[in-house]
């Protein structure tokens, strides 16, 4: 029974051990050497990555592209010593290492004296921070932020987006003013926004009329309209009839004797 507890007990302890080593971290957060973690970005799958002090180099269980296209492998991997303050940036992109879709592979990515300042030694490394996919595949940059914090690292990119907004509103700003202006001389110089008041609208009125007037008498001279033929009361048998007993000479009618 005794020896049922303890392995347990060793297996419970291990498995501390293996959480804490697997920690969890997000991008812009200091990670110690040597602990494992797991980043996802929109782009790819960091799994179990870490800094390994014996190889210096930051070895992947595997990345994952996990987008609908083929990938460089590519990373933003901030370097810091223990002071926390920054070593360097690691901006890697290896466009002859791909990844197709969905695909994954074991990777590292190798730390040399030549990513680091002259005053600085691999030695210093204790600590990374993921900064970013990298997914615009930059190689430069590896002094932008030495001697920063992680947090000063944050609020650079926090201020250059603010930069972006601020020309954004600079640039609407000055497109506001050229609309306001042409407004005003519109409404100063122009009769564009006069108020119209009543003789105004009777004279447009008018004028209107006078244009439908004209287009109905072109309309009456290129379509004029068919005369109607009178209404008949009499056929034309009964008329003609008429018509001859009209002519017919009556000297010598009965009526015509008797009044001799």
């Not at 697997?22 to 782009?43: D, F, Q």
């Not at 009543?198 to 004028?207: A, E």
């Not at 017919?248 to 009618?253: A, H, M, S």
């Amino acid at each position: 029974m005794k020896k049922v507890l303890k392995v347990l007990m060793l297996v419970t302890i291990m498995l501390i051990v293996y959480q804490a080593k697997a920690a969890n971290y997000t991008i812009k957060e200091l990670i110690p050497v040597n602990i494992k973690t797991t980043i996802v970005t929109n782009n790819f799958s960091y799994k179990e990555f870490y800094y390994n002090e014996e190889t210096n180099s930051v070895d992947f269980t595997n990345i994952k592209n996990l987008t609908d296209k083929e990938l460089p492998i590519s990373i933003s991997i901030a370097l810091f010593g223990a002071d926390k303050r920054n070593i360097s940036i690691i901006n890697h992109c290896s466009p002859e290492e791909r990844l197709g879709s969905k695909e994954e592979k074991t990777y590292a990515i190798g730390v040399t004296s030549e990513d680091l300042p002259d005053d600085k030694n691999i030695k210093n490394v204790k600590y990374i921070a993921i900064l970013g996919d990298n997914i615009n595949c930059r190689t430069s940059g590896n002094g932008e932020f030495v001697d920063q914090t992680i947090k000063e690292i944050g609020m650079v990119k926090n201020k250059a987006l603010d930069e972006q907004t601020e020309l954004l509103l600079q640039i609407l700003t000055v497109i506001g003013i050229i609309l306001i202006t042409l407004f005003l001389y519109k409404f100063l110089f122009t009769t564009t926004y006069q108020n119209k008041d009543g003789n105004s609208v009777r004279r447009d009125y008018k004028k209107y009329n006078k244009k439908l007037q004209k287009e109905r008498e072109e309309e009456l001279r290129r379509n004029p309209p068919k005369v109607k033929e009178p209404k008949k009361i009499k056929t034309d048998e009964v008329l003609k009839q008429e018509e001859q007993a009209k002519n017919e000479n009556k000297d010598e009618t009965d009526l015509h004797n008797l009044y001799k």
